[in-house]
């Protein structure tokens, strides 16, 4: 399993990105929440990826964050979401738009997304209030935690995702990044310092 992918962008052509990692061209389907986020061609970034795998093919979905990358997981459980519906749901609403129109049963907002009737909408609800409140989200959360690092550096984020990736948990990885001046350092960087001092 391709748990992520870090490289350089080579082209965008929503919701597809090339990502060249190694020398090879890895194409990824990602959300517009990540794409977004993806600036500039030929800058190195770090996706978090989840490989589809059915008799047609093999196909890579990117998320910019572990959190987009969880929720897609839950949302393709569902009975009738495969992942291009999770991928425009994800396209429509954030994280934490998600998490917060699931939580408060709001159908009407979740059917507003391309693919999404009144009747899966009610059927996500159902079946995600409590895969979603028992995911450890960074960002998003049906309660927030008021512990998490703030930072400028983007990079930070990536860090606490990527130790989450490698099995802590998420107050624990941030517990971690916050003994770091994190000021200017890449998320490699970030993460070596945190395992150091661990």
């Given at each position: 399993m391709i748990g992520h992918l870090n490289g350089k962008i080579i082209s965008k052509n929503p919701p597809e990105v090339l990502l060249e990692v190694?020398?090879?061209g890895y194409e990824v389907l990602c959300p517009m929440s990540t794409f977004y986020q993806l600036d500039n061609l030929s800058e190195d970034?770090?996706?978090?990826?989840h490989l589809s795998i059915k008799e047609d093919g093999h196909?890579?979905?990117?998320?910019?964050?572990?959190?987009?990358?969880?929720?897609?997981?839950?949302?393709?459980?569902?009975?009738g979401v495969g992942p291009k519906v999770a991928?425009?749901?994800?396209?429509?609403l954030s994280v934490n738009s998600l998490v917060q129109c699931i939580s408060t049963e709001d159908a009407d907002l979740l059917a507003k997304t391309p693919g999404i009737g009144k009747k899966t909408a009610l059927k996500l609800i159902v079946?995600?209030?409590?895969?979603?409140?028992k995911l450890?989200?960074?960002?998003?959360?049906?309660?927030?935690?008021?512990?998490?690092?703030?930072?400028?550096?983007p990079n930070t984020?990536?860090?606490?995702e990527a130790l989450q990736s490698l099995g802590f948990k998420a107050k624990e990885a941030n517990k971690m990044v916050l003994k770091i001046?994190?000021?200017?350092?890449s998320t490699e960087q970030i993460i070596r310092l945190a395992l150091q001092n661990k």
């Amino acid at each position: 399993m391709i748990g992520h992918l870090n490289g350089k962008i080579i082209s965008k052509n929503p919701p597809e990105v090339l990502l060249e990692v190694g020398g090879i061209g890895y194409e990824v389907l990602c959300p517009m929440s990540t794409f977004y986020q993806l600036d500039n061609l030929s800058e190195d970034v770090l996706l978090f990826t989840h490989l589809s795998i059915k008799e047609d093919g093999h196909t890579l979905f990117g998320f910019i964050t572990k959190d987009e990358k969880n929720v897609f997981r839950e949302l393709i459980r569902v009975n009738g979401v495969g992942p291009k519906v999770a991928l425009a749901i994800l396209s429509n609403l954030s994280v934490n738009s998600l998490v917060q129109c699931i939580s408060t049963e709001d159908a009407d907002l979740l059917a507003k997304t391309p693919g999404i009737g009144k009747k899966t909408a009610l059927k996500l609800i159902v079946e995600l209030q409590d895969r979603l409140s028992k995911l450890e989200l960074i960002g998003s959360s049906l309660e927030p935690s008021k512990e998490l690092k703030q930072s400028s550096n983007p990079n930070t984020r990536q860090a606490i995702e990527a130790l989450q990736s490698l099995g802590f948990k998420a107050k624990e990885a941030n517990k971690m990044v916050l003994k770091i001046d994190d000021q200017d350092l890449s998320t490699e960087q970030i993460i070596r310092l945190a395992l150091q001092n661990k």
